[in-house]
């Protein structure tokens, strides 16, 4: 069965760091992409960055040098360093075992989703 749990979401001035964590309790987690997506309210989902199997990165324009993607595999998880945060960096975060949002939503399932607001 499908599961994914995000984590790390808060409340942050502008300007300010996050990290969220995407756990992922599968074997050969290792072998999938994975991907951070994002919704805002009144918006749709979009993708905002992406780490494949073999390590490489993707990001949208929008967060560019000031989001980072990682993953340890060993502990099935990824992160996303969010720095220098913009109110427009508000949205509901949501991982999934895709790097588009086509693929991702034939899955079916999405995670719960961690709530990051960028507000003073």
């Known amino acids: 069965q499908l599961q994914i749990v995000e984590s790390g979401g808060a409340l942050v001035q502008p300007g300010g760091s996050l990290r969220l964590s995407c756990a992922a309790p599968?074997?050969?987690?290792?072998?999938?992409?994975i991907g951070w997506f994002r919704q805002a309210p009144g918006k749709e989902r979009e993708v905002v960055s992406c780490i494949r199997h073999s390590g490489t990165t993707e990001y949208v324009d929008s967060v560019k040098g000031r989001f980072t993607i990682s993953r340890e595999n060993a502990k099935n998880t990824v992160y996303l360093h969010m720095d220098n945060l913009k109110p427009e960096d508000t949205a509901r975060y949501f991982c999934?075992?895709?790097?588009?949002?086509?693929?991702?939503?034939?899955?079916?399932?999405w995670g719960p989703g961690t709530q990051v607001t960028v507000s003073s």
């Open positions: 999934h075992y895709a790097c588009t949002l086509h693929v991702a939503t034939m899955y079916n399932y």
């Open positions: 599968t074997a050969h987690f290792g072998g999938y992409d």
